[in-house]
T-cell receptor
Framework: GQNIDQPTEMTATEGAIVQINCTYQ??????LFWYQQHAGEAPTFLSY????GLEEKGRFSSFLSRSKGYSYLLLKELQMKDSASYLC???????????FGPGTRLSVLP | DTGVSQDPRHKITKRGQNVTFRCDPI?????LYWYRQTLGQGPEFLTY????????KSRLLSDRFSAERPKGSFSTLEIQRTEQGDSAMYLC????????????FGSGTQLSVL
């Protein structure tokens, strides 16, 4: 089976840094994805990791440790518009479907 | 690139009725996925196509659900004899199987079964 776990909710202050963790247990591994989803909207792609280490993209960075089944999404210089759900998704094997975690609802306060 | 389109955006139906949703993927994308999402949860995989072939279908999907992608372009998802538990957002996503495959989602169809 496949299992992906994320915290349900997080709160942070505008301008701060927040780290959203994701742990996974899958039968194989072919990539981990982070998506952002604003309320009532479709998920949009943020980042992709397939090798261990940190991928940086502007204010957002994502880290992966395959041996630990662990990833995190780091958001810097938080803005109010970053209030959204953040979805961690894993692909067990090339050609297979993407399995999503429950999502972490982030609230950014002024 | 006009993005992934889904129609309708909202559907209200009575229990026992059949409903059909349509998804138009990004034109050059060869893969098309259907997911279902309920409030506060992540998207749950339903099925996916590569071109016109349906390659995988969730074991959670009952026989009331069927999907087609007849010419490898648009896709339809039909739910027969709807139940209240079918109420959810139905998301379609498409992708291109080159390089770092990533999903592009449509805005979804919100289904309410009364």
């Amino acid at each position: 089976g496949q299992n992906i776990d994320q915290p349900t909710e997080m709160t942070a202050t505008e301008g701060a840094i927040v780290q959203i963790n994701c742990t996974y247990q899958t039968s194989g591994f072919n990539g981990l994805f982070w998506y952002q989803q604003h309320a009532g909207e479709a998920p949009t792609f943020l980042s992709y990791n397939v090798l261990d280490g940190l991928e940086e993209k502007g204010r957002f960075s994502s880290f992966l440790s395959r041996s630990k089944g662990y990833s995190y999404l780091l958001l810097k210089e938080l803005q109010m518009k970053d209030s959204a759900s953040y979805l961690c998704a894993v692909r067990a094997d090339y050609g297979q479907n993407f399995v999503f975690g429950p999502g972490t609802r982030l609230s950014v306060l002024p | 690139d006009t993005g992934v389109s889904q129609d309708p955006r909202h559907k209200i139906t009575k229990r026992g009725q059949n409903v059909t949703f349509r998804c138009d993927p990004i034109s050059e994308h060869n893969r098309l996925y259907w997911y279902r999402q309920t409030l506060g949860q992540g998207p749950e995989f339903l099925t996916y196509f590569q071109n016109e072939a349906q390659l995988e279908k969730s074991r959670l999907l009952s026989d009331r659900f069927s999907a087609e992608r007849p010419k490898g372009s648009f896709s339809t998802l039909e739910i027969q004899r709807t139940e209240q538990g079918d109420s959810a957002m139905y998301l379609c996503a498409s992708s291109l199987t080159q390089g770092r495959e990533k999903l592009f989602f449509g805005s979804g169809t919100q289904l309410s079964v009364l």
